[in-house]
């Protein structure tokens, strides 16, 4: 049947050809084809609410997933920097927590030995103070020469002075942390024949992390630098981190249609892991023509700070 048909008696529905239902009494009498009258029960059950009609800034919740991973700027990958054999490894396990200076390896080297040995031999000319002129010149070049190739070899200031005291090589060489955090990453093996270049550690300082979140491009309005982000772990249920939007990625995933979003967050009691998934919520208000707010300025005119 078709409400909008009434008629004065009992009848058919011309369009339909339904047989026409009386009207109740006091049901929908003055109704017009758009409204809707409910009795008191049908209120309540339909649980209808009403709200005042008022103006404010539109508010947004934007989701976005993604995975925690080490701070790019706080990691350090520990390389050989010349040719030898590891006689020891005093980090033997990744997940060693290391503090700068502490000792990775123990490295035997046949070019380090002779390297030593050029040292010693310009330290002992200049020393002896029996050159001069050209020759005392060119002694000192040499040692300078020396001292730098060792330091170019990761040798510290301290280690070429006990060098040069002892007036002995030595075979071995300590490589030490150049940071302190965790070792993520052992790449060699105690006895291991290494090259110059050949990767041996990766130590990430983990005090503070990057949260990479994927987030739609119809989401990129609502985002901006320094906006604060909510997010949350399966590890720690109940418990919300928070951190600030630091990079927003430049370039669209094609695939994912996902930009990346970089939130860095302090990190001191460690819960936070590399490598965990994480769902996060960036909170965003819009005034007139659709600007942003920061949450600081709520209430105030955004075009004020202009």
Same mark, same amino acid.
């Given at each position: 049947?078709?409400?909008?048909?009434?008629?004065?008696?009992?009848?058919?529905?011309?369009?339909?050809?339904? +047989?026409?239902?009386?009207?109740?009494?006091?049901?929908?009498?003055?109704?017009?084809?758009?409204?809707?009258?409910?009795?008191?029960?049908?209120?309540?059950?339909?649980?209808?609410?009403?709200?005042?009609? &008022?103006?404010?800034? !539109?508010?947004?919740? !934007?989701?976005?997933?993604?995975? #925690?991973?080490? +701070?790019?700027?706080? !990691?350090?990958?520990?390389?050989?920097?010349?040719?030898?054999?590891?006689?020891?490894?005093?980090?033997?396990?990744?997940?060693?927590?290391?503090?700068?200076?502490?000792?990775?390896?123990?490295?035997?080297?046949?070019?380090?030995? /002779?390297?030593?040995?050029?040292?010693?031999? @310009?330290?002992?000319?200049?020393?002896?103070?029996?050159?001069?002129?050209?020759?005392?010149?060119?002694?000192?070049?040499?040692?300078d020469a020396a001292r730098d190739r060792l330091q170019l070899w990761g040798l510290t200031d301290k280690q070429i002075a006990e060098i040069e005291k002892?007036?002995?090589?030595?075979?071995?060489?300590?490589? +030490? @942390?150049?940071?302190?955090?965790?070792?993520?990453?052992?790449?060699?093996?105690?006895?291991?024949?290494?090259?110059?270049? /050949?990767?041996?550690?990766?130590?990430?300082?983990?005090?503070? #992390?990057?949260?990479?979140?994927?987030?739609?491009?119809?989401?990129?309005?609502?985002?901006?630098?320094?906006?604060?982000?909510?997010?949350?772990?399966?590890?720690?249920?109940?418990?919300?981190? &928070?951190?600030?939007?630091?990079?927003?990625?430049?370039?669209?995933?094609?695939?994912?249609? /996902?930009?990346?979003?970089?939130?860095?967050?302090?990190?001191?009691?460690?819960?936070?892991?590399?490598?965990?998934?994480?769902?996060?919520? @960036?909170?965003?208000?819009? @005034? &007139?023509?659709?600007?942003?707010?920061?949450?600081?300025?709520?209430?105030?005119?955004?075009?004020?700070?202009?």
């Open positions: 049947m078709h409400p909008q048909i009434r008629m004065p008696g009992p009848g058919q529905c011309p369009i339909c050809g339904m +047989d026409l239902i009386p009207l109740v009494s006091g049901g929908s009498d003055g109704a017009g084809p758009r409204e809707l009258i409910m009795s008191a029960t049908a209120r309540r059950l339909a649980d209808v609410e009403t709200s005042l009609v &008022e103006e404010k800034y !539109v508010h947004v919740r !934007v989701p976005m997933f993604g995975k #925690v991973q080490p +701070d790019e700027r706080k !990691v350090a990958e520990i390389t050989a920097r010349f040719p030898g054999r590891l006689e020891r490894l005093f980090v033997d396990f990744t997940g060693t927590l290391v503090k700068k200076g502490d000792h990775l390896a123990m490295i035997y080297s046949p070019e380090l030995l /002779t390297a030593q040995s050029a040292l010693i031999t @310009a330290y002992k000319r200049v020393s002896g103070g029996r050159e001069s002129g050209f020759m005392a010149q060119s002694a000192r070049g040499a040692l002892s007036k002995e090589p030595s075979d071995t060489v300590q490589i +030490d @942390a150049p940071i302190g955090g965790i070792v993520i990453e052992k790449l060699v093996q105690e006895g291991e024949y290494v090259k110059e270049g /050949t990767p041996m550690f990766r130590i990430a300082e983990l005090s503070s #992390v990057w949260v990479m979140l994927d987030a739609y491009e119809k989401d990129l309005p609502w985002l901006r630098y320094g906006q604060s982000v909510e997010f949350t772990s399966e590890s720690y249920p109940g418990k919300v981190f &928070e951190g600030k939007i630091a990079f927003i990625s430049p370039v669209l995933d094609p695939k994912t249609r /996902t930009v990346k979003v970089r939130v860095n967050v302090p990190n001191p009691d460690l819960l936070l892991k590399p490598g965990m998934f994480v769902r996060g919520v @960036a909170s965003a208000e819009a @005034a &007139e023509n659709g600007v942003v707010l920061d949450s600081s300025l709520k209430g105030k005119d955004p075009f004020a700070f202009e």
